[in-house]
Nanobody, 120 residues
């Protein structure tokens, strides 16, 4: 049984930072790929960032240069450092645990989601 717990959402002003985290339990974290998705009201869920077990990362074009995904295998935790936040970043952010199929990240498990709201 995999559990993903995501504290760290909240309300922030435009231009500010926020760093949600995700603690994983239930299986071997260090060899798993992890990813963050988000879903804004009325929009499709989108992959924001993913990180392989070896540490390589990929990002959605909309967040490149502003967001950084990282992992601490000793703590079974993945982070999403978000800088220069914009109102359009407002969404529910979901932590996922999954795998890569070629260059594509495939989520297998989902957290409950955490709300991030960016005020203008």
């Amino acid at each position: 049984q995999v559990q993903l717990v995501e504290p760290g959402g909240g309300l922030v002003q435009a231009g500010g930072p926020l760093t949600p985290s995700c603690a994983a339990s239930g299986s071997i974290f260090s060899i798993s790929a992890m990813g963050w998705y988000r879903q804004a009201p009325g929009k499709q869920r989108e992959l924001v960032a993913a990180i392989r077990s070896a540490g390589s990362t990929n990002y959605a074009d909309s967040v490149k240069g502003r967001f950084t995904i990282s992992r601490d295998n000793a703590k079974n935790t993945v982070y999403l450092q978000m800088n220069s936040l914009k109102p359009e970043d407002t969404a529910v952010y979901f932590c996922t645990k999954g795998r890569h199929s070629g260059s594509y990240y495939v989520p297998n498990y989902w957290g409950q989601g955490t709300q991030v709201t960016v005020s203008s």
